[in-house]
């Protein structure tokens, strides 16, 4: 009775671990990926997968923000800080900052 006991115990603590390390390998991992805004420009990395977490970091002292080209999406990001953009399908994406409009970039998601 205690081996059967150890043993359901032992499949349901370590049989678990085991399944959800083999699925781990078949996807792809996903990254912190940043645009950045200092000295009043964009600033893009050069590649960006569609399961990375893109964020927009402010390294300005004033406000600046993020708008698609057709007006999709945009978000604002105050001085000093970092805003979280939407998961993006593979693309390219141009954008400007709408309060300051000489400020144009293009990120392309692979």
Do not use: W
């Not at 083999?22 to 960006?48: D, G, H, K, L």
């Not at 569609?50 to 945009?74: K, P």
């Not at 604002?76 to 939407?86: F, N, Q």
């Amino acid at each position: 009775m205690r081996f059967r006991l150890a043993l359901v115990l032992s499949f349901a603590l370590f049989g678990c671990g085991g399944s959800s390390s083999s699925s781990t390998t078949t996807r792809q991992s996903s990254q912190v990926a940043q645009i950045t805004i200092e000295n009043m420009e964009f600033s893009v990395p050069e590649s960006v997968s569609h399961v990375d977490h893109i964020e927009l970091v402010n390294n300005d002292s004033v406000d600046h923000n993020l708008m698609f080209m057709d007006e999709s999406f945009g978000v604002d990001v105050a001085a000093g800080k970092t805003v979280a953009l939407p998961q993006l399908k593979p693309g390219k994406y141009s954008f400007h900052c709408h309060i300051h409009p000489t400020m144009l970039a293009t990120l392309t998601v692979s």
